[in-house]
């Protein structure tokens, strides 16, 4: 029998630069309070945010998604058309296909890479990291780039209360490469399709567009969501998957120094690092506050702010979860870029 070559990439892989877009509309909660019959003080006491940030109509999710990239790429010093993959989560590119990843490899200029979408939600950059990872130390690509982008107020419903106030716009980016010493931890993810209704398009296209004997919707299929089992089941269940990814890369607590979950909301930030126990040395991202939550942006968004504002710095070690839709999650403990 023929005997095929074995692929072999690198050692070791790391994050070697990030990115991040922020949309320039800042919305606060005076703005989408009315709609919902809501107000400011309910919104932040349940959930933290204060102001979000709204794409506008410039700020399509390709366009944020080269922003993030190039800067990415700049960091990492790294040129476009060394990148040999392009892997972009997302839920909010609304053509079916093709996906947004070719026409953002395209616009960098570089037309050579594998460029796919994946869906996972709010936990999509986690498992996009952990692809990246995998490619890179099985040698189907040295250089990966990973997005999380999201364009969320297209698919939002702005009188929904369980909704208009949570979600928003941004894209992060990270370059993904080899590495002399392990710089992404084992993932540890997972999923919980029991929970498949919690958080989702409210209805499928088809039902949208009706047939000749069922006339469709015509409504656009908003994302729905019921908050509080979701909250539960995050607040509580995701603690013990950020402690196995600690454990999985071999990490105690004292040696943590950056917790950045996924920006849901401010309680269950606080549930999380309350449940592991976290050390008061350990710096935790609160990007939500003025973000809102920008589903598979969220974490790139929120480490590339600590790195700005000096709470993160090169070398640190940092805890990554991400959960949503799905239900899915994802976590790694990674070097800080
Ligand atoms: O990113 C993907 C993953 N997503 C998440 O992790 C989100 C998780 N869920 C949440 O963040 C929270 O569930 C919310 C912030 C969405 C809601 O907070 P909650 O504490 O779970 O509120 P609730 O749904 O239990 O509602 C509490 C009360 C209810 O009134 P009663 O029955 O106590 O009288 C609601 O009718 O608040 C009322 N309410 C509102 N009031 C003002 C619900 N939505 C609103 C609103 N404004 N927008």
């Not at 509309?25 to 709204?54: F, L, Y």
């Not at 109509?57 to 040999?84: C, H, K, N, W």
């Not at 919980?192 to 006339?215: C, K, N, T």
């Not at 702010?305 to 090169?314: I, L, P, T, V």
Request: charged share 20%; with cysteine.
């Amino acid at each position: 029998m023929a005997r095929i070559t074995a692929a072999t990439g690198a050692a070791h892989s790391r994050i070697l630069g990030l990115g991040a877009y922020r949309p320039v509309r800042v919305v606060p909660n005076a703005d989408v309070v009315d709609a919902i019959d809501s107000s400011d003080e309910w919104i932040q006491q349940r959930s933290g945010i204060k102001t979000r940030r709204w794409a506008g109509p410039e700020e399509s999710v390709q366009m944020m998604s080269v922003e993030a990239s190039r800067i990415a790429l700049e960091r990492a010093g790294l040129d476009a058309r060394q990148i040999d993959c392009v892997v972009v989560a997302t839920v909010s590119h609304l053509l079916q296909t093709p996906a947004v990843a070719t026409a953002i490899a395209h616009e960098l200029g570089t037309d050579q890479a594998a460029a796919f979408d994946i869906s996972a939600a709010c936990s999509g950059f986690c498992h996009g990291i952990s692809l990246a990872s995998d490619f890179v130390r099985a040698g189907s690509a040295r250089y990966v780039l990973v997005i999380g982008v999201e364009r969320l107020t297209d698919i939002l419903d702005l009188t929904d209360r369980g909704t208009a106030f949570i979600f928003a716009d941004g894209a992060g980016a990270a370059v993904v490469g080899p590495s002399d010493t392990p710089g992404i931890g084992p993932v540890v993810w997972g999923s919980d399709g029991e929970q498949f209704d919690l958080i989702r398009q409210r209805e499928d296209w088809r039902d949208v567009v009706g047939s000749p004997e069922v006339p469709g919707s015509g409504v656009m299929p908003h994302l729905v969501m019921q908050g509080n089992p979701v909250f539960r089941w995050a607040s509580f269940a995701m603690a013990k998957v950020g402690q196995q990814a600690l454990d999985r890369a071999g990490i105690t607590l004292d040696e943590l120094d950056v917790f950045v979950p996924h920006q849901a909301n401010m309680r269950i930030i606080d549930a999380m690092a309350r449940s592991m126990k976290l050390p008061s040395t350990v710096r935790i991202a609160r990007d939500i506050a003025d973000q809102g939550n920008t589903s598979a942006a969220s974490i790139p968004l929120a480490l590339d702010r600590m790195m700005a504002e000096g709470e993160a710095k090169s070398g640190d070690t940092a805890l990554l979860i991400a959960f949503g839709a799905g239900l899915s999650y994802a976590a790694q403990v990674v070097t800080v870029p």
